[in-house]
């Protein structure tokens, strides 16, 4: 099924994406003011002989500096992520080149695991995520995922309940041949299990995070084990992204042994005390980097995510398979400014 | 458990008591005392040899510390700084509210209240750390030998998020201390006090480091890594968040002394920090390369430097106004100015701290009386910063403590 996102072999990959975002980076440096204050103020300068050469931005710099590389009459879209409490959200600017490259990568990047044609599909969610007007992180990312489906059915009602009606009616119609099924990966493990259905032949893609099915001590081998075991459903396709690098999604591979990187993408795992690579199999922060982020500088992204690169060209498809291990705690600070008041 | 904002009990932490209803508290602390009083200094003396043991001391220093604070030599030269032409008695009841995260704070502001000869009630926050548990248990180990009139005038509580009970102790207190920055002042400010009363506010501060790069190129390698482990406990202790750590370092004189000053400097203080293993986790690690950068992006920071995770210096532009923002634990930033003087356009009333290296008494108090009054409350020595004095905040809690009586006869 491999199609032509997923070709490029380690050693490729690096020799293709090195020069293009060392490019990127000069043209970046060049037209985002900021950013280049940045490069100066830290010493970054080419040559940038390997990707873990080039210079990285925290991604949360996005939330608290408005970083873009095109005139502001230029900025067709403006992407806000949904931001935690109390934390200004990203603000990533798209011209209309960028905008319109995001959406087609993410098709090519999908379409590995779909196929060309758009499969009848269902929604782990209440149809209510999408109407909402201040639409949610969720309800964005439903509706991203809806490009790729027809016959939309989703799986809970307005209420949030479980429609096992609209399910059966769903599966008597197309149960019979491939169907694609889309949901947050909490949702698809608290709502699909106990639908009772046969999802032999659904693929399912599945994001947002590990962080509440951690809680009750379920990791991705034990999802994949108990839904193919309750459902039938062994083709899963967990996937990894960000506002920050909008079209650029790291995809589980069909044995469900990693993440795996799109040819335009690649990650680099870093040791967070000495900032260099870590090797194969040791944690660190993941780096993302992408060439799509053409209109920011985002192309070269610290996330705040830790990962660990489980192998190179080993796996189903080439380059390098890792794992998102969670979510690096806020630092706080024991400080006398501080807000007794709230007790 | 659920904020409840009209819930009236609290729960009394020390002396360690069953949950009480706030008017009953109030009712049970009993007046007595008087300024400098003999039983409130034996009491404090006490727990103060119990911080100094070896063992405690060690795992806790900032105990230490407040131990030092506690000696009876120091408290007798407290009290006997106040004598004047008029009888000083005490306030009466004073209301504390420490901030939750540095756990001594609400000992140093107590214990002066109650050498005063006040009725405390301390607010200790629920999130306290072991620190404060430590400092708990100690009080009551001194307080098994001390005077009953210890138990009835002095109590620390603590209450779940209620306005009710935060109301209550504001209106019947008479003098309000409140400790913690900004936000909380102005919380604990929506509740009235008594007419007669008043506040005593210690809102959000920041603190510089002034050095002379003659005087530090001159001075013999051992006071330059004195200087520079003091330099690490003033700003690596509370993560640099305490309000009188050092953010900021100013080298004055010329550009080359400077650059070769701070070169230096830098340089010990990474040997002192490696020594002594201070680290920062990937988290904090993360927070630095964000506010640095950050700075960067604004055009603050010409250059950004990091020697390992543990210290990271960002060089500001000429003219550029000194970040006061906390960046993480152990970021510094340096500038320049040709001469002392050309701090003053650069103080705040934000300003608290100054702790300074190879400067003369003479010049310092001249700086004191140029700035007058706009910013800068203390100038110590690099490595005094945390060391807590009774006059704070540039006030004499002491004599804010205490009343006076006019007697003409």
Redesign the interface.
Known sequence: MSSAVFTLSGPEREAVLTPELAALTERHRAACPPYRRILDAIGARPPYERLADLPWLPVRLFKTHELRSVPEEQVFRVLVSSGTTGQRPSRIHLDREAAAAQPRMLAATIRAVLGPRRLPMLVVDSRSVVRDPTLSARGAGVLGMMNFGRDHTFVLDEQGRLDAEAVKRFLARHGGEPFLVFGFTFMVWLHLRGLGADLSQAVLIHSGGWKRLAEQAVGNAEFRRRLAAECGLSRVHNFYGMVEQIGTVFLEGPGGDGLYCPDFADVVIRDPETWQEAPVGVPGLIEVVSTLPTSYPGHVLLTEDLGVVRGVDDGSWPGKRFEVLGRLPRAEARGCSDTMGQG | MP?DQRATTVDVRFPAGPSTPVEELLGGTAGGLRVGDERVREFLAAFGRRLLRPALARRHPELGSLGFFLRPSELARTVDGLSGEHVRVPRGLVFH??????DT?FVYSWALSALMGNRNVV?L???S?TVAGTILETLHEALAEADPVIAATQRVVS????DAVTAALSAACDLRVV??????????RRHPLAPHARDLT?P??SSFAVVRAAAWLCAPRAARVTTAEGFVNDAYW??????SSPGTVFWVGAEGDCEAARTDFTGHVARVLTARGWGV???????K??S???L????L????EFH??ALAC?RLPAAAPPPRR?L??GTFAHARLAALAELAPLVERRDQTMTHFGFGRDELEELARGLAGRGVDRMVPVGGALSFHRVWDGVDLPAEFTRLVTVVR
């Open positions: 904020d509210v420490p901030p939750a995260n540095v704070v607010r926050s629920r999130r750390g209450y779940e998020r209620s400790w913690g920055g900004d936000h909380a002042v102005r919380e604990i210690f959000d501060r509370f993560d640099q968040a305490a309000c986790d990937a988290a904090m690690a993360v927070e390369r964000v640095t950068y950050g960067a992006a604004d055009g920071a010409e250059r950004v390992g995770n960002v906390w993480g634990a």
